[in-house]
C-alpha cells in the first residue's frame, strides 16, 4: 500500500498548508514534512483561510491549530465548511490538548483527524498518508472545478469563485444571467443523450467564445447556464436576442427553446449561492410560458419564493394538525341522473392564508415531493369515509383519488395503497385512482407500476385526458378503465363537437368509460348524453362538498 | 554542553527527543528557537494584567511546545497553569493560586534558558 502511494507521489509533490501561529511547532512540523511534500505555512487561522483560497487546488492537506489568535481553528473549519471547493481539502488538527471534547468538536466541524502534541513524526507522515489516500480514492465524488461537457465552472466552483469577487470587489455592482434550455429532456429523448450532451457542449463553446461580457459563467444544472457580469445599463432583452441568435447559430440540434433570466445589480450582500437561487426562482417564471422568453428578477418574486419558503414550513404542522380537509364532488350518471360516485378533493384551511385551493399548494407539493404524504392523507381519510358510511347505513359510492407521479413511483405504493384499505375493511371496487396522462406517458417503470396498482382491483381513471401533449397512442398504453375529458373540452363543447364525440366512442370501442367534469350547464349536459358520456362531474350537479355535506348528499340523492 | 547533557540538566526527556525529532542536530536547531518563543512572555503579560482567557492561551501554547521538544519538567509546570485556567476550572482556584502555579514555571523556564547558554556553540 505505502509503495503504491509512494511512486504516486513521486510524479509531484502533494502540497499541505500547515495553520499554525507557534513558531516552533511549525518549523517542527514543516521539518518533519518538507522531504515528502510541498509545504504553505499560515501564522494564523485568517491568513490560513486565505492561503486555502488562494492554493487550495495544489493542496492535498491542510494541518491545523486550535488555539490561534485572530482566527482559531473552530472559526476556521466553520468558514471552509460553507465552500464546497474549500472543504474538499482534508483538516488534520494538531491538538495540545488532551480534552476530547476539543477533539470531537473539530470532527464535528469537518475535521478528518487529529495528533497531540508531542509530535510523533512517524505517526504524523502515516495519519496524513491515511487521510490523503482516503480523500483522492474519493476524489471523484468530490467537488470539480470545470463542467467536463461545457468546459465552464461547476456550480461549486462558480459559486466559491464568485463569492470570492465579490468580497474582494465590495463595491462593483454586478449582473447575473441564467440561459436554461427549456424542455431538455425532450431533446434527449428525442435525438439521444448524446446528441444533448453536443448541444450542451456547444451553448458551453459559445459562452466561453463569445463571452457575452461575462466575468465568470458556470453549467448550474444540467440545462442550465449562469453568467455573472459587470453591471450595465444597457437593454437586456436586446442583447438576449443576439445571444439566443448566436447560440442556434450552427448548433448541432435545431428547434430547441432557450429561455433567460436576468438579475440586475445584485445584491452584493447577499451569498452567491442565494443569488443564484433567485436566479432560478426569476427562470421559474418564464417556464413553459410560450409566449414569453425572458423574466427580470424583482422584489415581488423574491416575496412570492419567501411566501412559498413559509408555506412549505407550515406544511408539516398543517399535516399533524389536521389542517387539510377533504372534499367530494359528486359525479352522477349521465342516462339517469343518479349519484355515480364521487371524485376526493384536498383543501387547505390555513392558520394565516385562510382556505386555499389546491392550486395554491399543489405544485408546490409535487416540487418539494409533500405529495405524496398528502395524497396518502387524502386516501386514508377517503378509507375512513367509506367505512363510517357503511356503518351508517348508507350505501356507498365509489371514490376517485388523485395520484401524482411521484405517488405513483414510490416503491412501495400497491402496500400502502392496500393497508388503509384492508384496516377499514372497504371493498376495493370502491376506490379509484386519478392519473393525469402526463405523469404517465413515455414511461415504462410508471406503466409497469400502475398496472400493478390496478391488477390489485383499484380502477384507474385517466384524468385530463386530451391536454398538454397527449396523443392517441397514450389511451392504448395506459391500464386504464375510465377516461376523464379535459374540461377545456367541455367548456369549449359547442367548438368540438366532433372531437368530443370521437373520444367518448374510441374510449367506448376500448372497453373503457368516460367521465366529463367541470359540466355547469344544462346544454353541455345534454350534447354529451347524446354522445353517450357515462358520468358527468361539475356544477351543474354539485359543488365539491365539504364531508359532513357529502354524507347529507348521499343520504338525499337515491342511488 | 552537549544536547544530552542539557536534557539531563533540565530534566528533560533525551530519549524522547531523539526518538522523535531523530538527531542531535536538529534537536539543536529546534531548542535554539526556545528563548525567541514568544508563549512564556505573553503568559507573564497576562497574569499580571489578570487576563485569564489570554494567560490560558500562552500557557496552552507553551505547554505544546515544550511538550513537543520533550522539556518534561517546564512541560508539566505548564499543563498544570493550563489546566487550572482552563474556564470550566477557573472558579476553584484563586489569583494567588495561578501565581504559585506561575512561579513553578519560571523557575523551570529559567532552568531551561540557563542550560541553553551554556549548550549554545
Known amino acids: 500500500m505505502l509503495n503504491e502511494f509512494e511512486t504516486y507521489g513521486n510524479q509531484k509533490k502533494r502540497g499541505i498548508l500547515i495553520v499554525e501561529d507557534n513558531d516552533i511547532n511549525r518549523e517542527m512540523l514543516k521539518s518533519i514534512l518538507e522531504d515528502k511534500y510541498e509545504i504553505t505555512e499560515a501564522a494564523d487561522g485568517l491568513i490560513g483561510l486565505e492561503k486555502l483560497k488562494e492554493g487550495y487546488r495544489d493542496l492535498s492537506l491542510v494541518l491545523l491549530d486550535v488555539q490561534m489568535p485572530n482566527m482559531n481553528g473552530y472559526e476556521f473549519l466553520e468558514h471552509q465548511r460553507n465552500d464546497e471547493l474549500l472543504s474538499s481539502v482534508p483538516v488534520i488538527v494538531t491538538t495540545g490538548s488532551t480534552i476530547s471534547e476539543d477533539e470531537e468538536k473539530c470532527l464535528a466541524l469537518g475535521a478528518s483527524d487529529f495528533v497531540t502534541k508531542p509530535y510523533n513524526p512517524r505517526i504524523i507522515i502515516r495519519r496524513i498518508e491515511a487521510i490523503i489516500r482516503l480523500s483522492e480514492s474519493m476524489a471523484t465524488l468530490k467537488a470539480v472545478e470545470f463542467d467536463n461537457i461545457s468546459g465552464l465552472y461547476t456550480k461549486a466552483a462558480f459559486i466559491h469563485h464568485f463569492q470570492r469577487y465579490m468580497d474582494e470587489n465590495k463595491d462593483k455592482k454586478l449582473d447575473m444571467l441564467m440561459i436554461n434550455v427549456e424542455g431538455f429532456s425532450y431533446i434527449n429523448e428525442l435525438y439521444g443523450v448524446a446528441k444533448g450532451e453536443q448541444l450542451l457542449k456547444h451553448i458551453g463553446n459559445v459562452i466561453s467564445v463569445c463571452n457575452f461580457g461575462a466575468i465568470m459563467s458556470c453549467r448550474y444544472t444540467t440545462d442550465r447556464f449562469i453568467l455573472m457580469r459587470v453591471h450595465s445599463d444597457s437593454d437586456v432583452s436586446k442583447e438576449v436576442v443576439v445571444y439566443n441568435e448566436k447560440i442556434h447559430e450552427n448548433s448541432p440540434v435545431s428547434g430547441f427553446v432557450l429561455k433567460f433570466a436576468v438579475y440586475t445589480d445584485v445584491d452584493t450582500s447577499v451569498s452567491a449561492a442565494s443569488l443564484c437561487e433567485r436566479l432560478s426562482v426569476t427562470m421559474k417564471t418564464v417556464r413553459r410560458r410560450y409566449d414569453m422568453q425572458l423574466a427580470f428578477y424583482s422584489t415581488e418574486m423574491a416575496n412570492r419564493a419567501k411566501h412559498l419558503k413559509k408555506m412549505e414550513e407550515s406544511m408539516k404542522d398543517a399535516l399533524k394538525e389536521k389542517q387539510f380537509s377533504v372534499y367530494y364532488q359528486p359525479k352522477h350518471d349521465a342516462k339517469t341522473g343518479e349519484i355515480a360516485g364521487a371524485e376526493a378533493l384536498v383543501r387547505w384551511i390555513h392558520p394565516v392564508h385562510g382556505f386555499l385551493s389546491p392550486a395554491d399548494f399543489i405544485p408546490l407539493f409535487e416540487e418539494n415531493g409533500f405529495i405524496t404524504k398528502l395524497d396518502l392523507y387524502v386516501w386514508n381519510t377517503v378509507c375512513e369515509d367509506i367505512r363510517n358510511w357503511i356503518n351508517d347505513g348508507i350505501k356507498p359510492v365509489p371514490v376517485s383519488v388523485n395520484a401524482s407521479r411521484r405517488d405513483i413511483l414510490s416503491i412501495d405504493t400497491p402496500e400502502r395503497l392496500l393497508l388503509p384499505i384492508n384496516e377499514n375493511d372497504v371493498d376495493i371496487g370502491l376506490l379509484h385512482i386519478e392519473i393525469t396522462e402526463s405523469a404517465s406517458v413515455n414511461d415504462n417503470v410508471i406503466l409497469e407500476k400502475v398496472k400493478a396498482v390496478r391488477d390489485m382491483g383499484i380502477k384507474i381513471e385517466l384524468d385530463d385526458f386530451g391536454s398538454g401533449q397527449s396523443s392517441l397512442g397514450t389511451i392504448r398504453d395506459i391500464p386504464t378503465d375510465i377516461i376523464k375529458l379535459d374540461i377545456s373540452f367541455v367548456r369549449n363543447i359547442e367548438k368540438q363537437k366532433e372531437i368530443v364525440k370521437m373520444i367518448i366512442s374510441l374510449a367506448h370501442a376500448l372497453g373503457h368509460k368516460t367521465v366529463a367534469e367541470g359540466v355547469e350547464t344544462k346544454e353541455q349536459l345534454e350534447i354529451l348524453k347524446d354522445f353517450g358520456c357515462d358520468y358527468i362531474q361539475g356544477y351543474y350537479y354539485s359543488k365539491p362538498l365539504e364531508r359532513n355535506e357529502f354524507r347529507q348528499y348521499l343520504i338525499n340523492n337515491k342511488h | ?121
Open chain 2, 1 to 121: 554542553m552537549t544536547v544530552k547533557d542539557f536534557y539531563a540538566e533540565i530534566g528533560g526527556d533525551y530519549g524522547d527527543a531523539v526518538k522523535r525529532l531523530m538527531n542531535d542536530s536538529l534537536i539543536y536547531r529546534f531548542i535554539m528557537k526556545f528563548p525567541d518563543d514568544k508563549s512564556f512572555d505573553m503568559l507573564k503579560t497576562a497574569l499580571q494584567k489578570k487576563d485569564l482567557e489570554a494567560a490560558f492561551s500562552a500557557a496552552h501554547t507553551l505547554k505544546g511546545v515544550t511538550l513537543n521538544l520533550a522539556f518534561n519538567k517546564l512541560s508539566a509546570a505548564s499543563l498544570k497553569l493550563t489546566d487550572a485556567l482552563r474556564s470550566q476550572n477557573r472558579a476553584d482556584y484563586s489569583f494567588e493560586d495561578f501565581n504559585s502555579m506561575f512561579s513553578e514555571v519560571q523557575k523551570e523556564y529559567t532552568v531551561v534558558c540557563s542550560a541553553l547558554e551554556k549548550t549554545a556553540v
